[in-house]
């Protein structure tokens, strides 16, 4: 009898160890198919990346009724870059002011790719494009062949043009266009100004090495979020630097210190991300260390989206309505509409000083 319970109990452990197993396995299939193309785009730039500017190309097209075409015209480009431009949905984007130079000469740009990620780290910076599905990759390896860019020895290598070749091209091609991987498996087209960081990011999308959604802070900031048209990330605590304070004159630090503390005092952030829907509501993910911290900061947080800009002029209540408000575990939500329907939007506030970034 012994022997036979002892069997029942180990059959028992089996079981439900089968079925936590099961349930975790479920839930992580599940969480990987149900993320955004933005929280995805975490996973194909490197660990080291602070400051990341995120596009979501087909979205964009989709809001400006702009036709998805393999061959985009004239007409479309110029509809897209000029629409994009005004209604600020091109914000994060670091090749919008070259679609058309792009789309002739290396046959791939803002016009046909699915989403950019432009990651920039203290190590070097990369554009990493997300082509459709359907998309014919070897016509970007023809268009290099055309151009005159070096062949790597293997197909997920680097091909090397260097900056005269690509200033040469078209003056309005970003340097970063200067080294290409061609990720054919994946749809991913990563490209960089140096060689070693276009190596480094290409082994980053492929898998081979950790990336920017191993931080497991923000991962858990991205996921809060719908999916954007375009976003800015400050990993860990970079904002804190990036949009300090410190880059205005003593007249806005001093104005800045004094509503900090009217506001009631504010904590350093451990992360922040600002998300341009489609709509051009803006909102904005402020990360602290505890969800009690996060309580703590909602408040003056939300005050000082809504007052005065030092250091900018002007108060941010003259182009953002505070609509919501609230705390999210340990990040604090603010959801604002612009209250012109085209302008600046992001774009006006993805430099410093930013007060209410401030640490």
């Known amino acids: 009898m012994g022997r036979g319970r002892r069997r029942i109990a180990v059959v028992a452990v089996v079981v439900v160890v089968a079925c936590v197993l099961g349930f975790v396995g479920f839930r992580t299939v599940w969480r990987d198919t149900h993320r955004t193309d933005f929280s ?57 002011e070259s679609t058309a130079a792009l789309q002739k000469n290396f046959g791939f740009s803002p016009a046909t790719a699915q989403w950019e990620a432009y990651a920039q780290s203290r190590a070097g910076a990369t554009m990493v494009l997300r082509m459709p599905d359907g998309f014919d990759m070897s016509n970007v390896t023809g268009h290099l062949d055309d151009l005159g860019f ?22 309005t091609i970003t340097p970063e266009l200067q080294y290409v991987a061609v ?52 990993s860990r605590d970079f904002a804190c630097s990036d949009l300090a304070m410190s880059q205005a004159d003593q007249d806005g630090q001093d104005q800045a210190e004094s509503l900090v503390n009217e506001a009631g005092g504010v904590s350093p952030l451990n992360g922040l991300v600002m998300a341009l829907a489609p709509d051009r509501g803006l909102t904005v993910a402020e990360l602290f260390e505890s969800s009690s911290q996060a309580k703590q900061n909602l408040r003056p947080r939300a005050r000082l989206a809504v007052g005065d800009a030092p250091g900018r002029g002007g108060s941010f209540s003259d182009d953002l309505k505070l609509t919501v408000s609230r705390t999210d575990g340990a990040a604090v939500i603010l959801r604002l509409q612009p209250k012109e329907r085209t302008g600046y939007v992001l774009s006006a506030l993805d430099n410093g000083p930013v007060l209410f970034a401030t640490c």
């Not at 070096?150 to 003056?171: E, F, M, Q, Y």
């Not at 060689?195 to 900031?221: K, N």
């Open 150 to 171: 070096t062949r790597p020895s293997k197909a997920a290598g680097v091909w090397k043009g260097g900056v005269d070749l690509v200033a040469a091209i078209d003056p």
């Open 40 to 96: 995805r785009a975490l996973d194909v730039v490197p660990r080291s990346t602070l400051r990341l500017a995120f596009t979501d190309w087909s979205a964009v097209r989709q809001k400006l009724g702009v036709p998805d075409q393999a061959h985009p015209s004239d007409a479309t480009i110029q509809k897209l870059t000029s629409k994009a431009y005004d209604s600020d949905l091109s914000a994060a984007s670091s090749i919008d």
């Open 183 to 234: 990720l054919a498996d994946r749809h991913l087209i990563v490209t960089s100004d140096e060689e070693s960081y276009a190596q480094e990011a290409a082994a980053t999308a492929l898998g081979d090495r950790s990336s920017l959604g191993d931080v497991g802070s923000t991962r858990a900031l991205v996921d809060k979020l719908d999916e954007p048209a375009a976003a800015m990330v400050w």
